[in-house]
């Protein structure tokens, strides 16, 4: 069985300061993915970034990091200087057996 | 525009009656899925079809039904023996079946 856990329900952070979203997993496939979601007020879900569980480089897209930790079974995400459009909720997710399983989420709140 | 559209934004039953979620993609993906959130949690997921005329049961499955005769198209219609049908349904597609998923706007909805 998967499952993700995310231990921060809400953060409140300073404009232009970077944050980490914490993410950890547990699975039992040898071959995995995580991957990260943004979900503002609307609803619709949006994809940040992905990590293979084989890739050696942590993923970067933009201002969006995976900090990966194989090891300790974390796939954390940083966001580089944070803007207000940064407010939303944001899902930690593994692929396996043909499906995502979520994380219950962290609520970001940007501060002008 | 390429996307996924869901049908109505919001959506109020009475107790008792069937109800069906339109969820429509012009992305040419062969894969769709349904997935319930509630709050404060993450997303669930109802059924997913990979194939037209195929489809799999997810981790929540009882309660609801759909169909994909349509590469396009995949509804979901919410039974009376959903217990507690209240809540935001999400839509997704990918081109395989991958962790990268693309998300509809949602469909709120709500028995009274």
């Known amino acids: 069985a998967q499952k993700i856990t995310q231990t921060q329900p809400g953060m409140f952070v300073q404009e232009k300061e970077a944050v980490t979203l914490d993410c950890t997993y547990d699975t039992s496939d040898q071959s995995y993915g995580l991957f990260w979601y943004k979900q503002p007020s609307s609803g619709e879900m949006i994809f940040l970034i992905y990590q293979g569980s084989y890739d050696e480089q942590n993923a970067t897209e933009g201002r969006y990091s995976l900090n990966f930790q194989k090891a300790r079974k974390s796939a954390n995400l940083v966001i580089s200087a944070s803007q207000l459009g940064d407010s939303a909720m944001y899902f930690c997710?593994?692929?396996?057996?043909?499906?995502?399983?979520f994380g219950t989420g962290t609520r970001l709140t940007i501060i002008p | 525009d390429g996307g996924i559209t869901q049908s109505p934004k919001y959506l109020f039953r009475k107790e008792g009656q069937n109800v069906t979620l339109s969820c429509e993609q012009n992305?040419?993906?062969?894969?769709m899925y349904w997935y319930r959130q509630d709050p404060g949690q993450g997303l669930r997921l109802i059924y997913y079809?990979?194939?037209?005329?195929?489809?799999q049961k997810g981790d929540i499955a009882e309660g609801y039904s759909v169909s994909r005769e349509k590469k396009e198209s995949f509804p979901l219609t919410v039974t009376s023996a959903q217990k507690n049908p209240t809540a935001f349904y999400l839509c997704?597609?990918?081109?395989?079946?991958?962790?990268?998923?693309?998300f509809g706007p949602g469909t709120r909805l709500t028995v009274l």
């Open positions: 079809s990979q194939i037209v005329n195929d489809f």
């Open positions: 997710a593994n692929f396996g057996n043909e499906k995502l399983t």
């Open positions: 997704a597609s990918s081109v395989g079946t991958s962790g990268e998923q693309f």
């Open positions: 992305l040419n993906h062969d894969a």
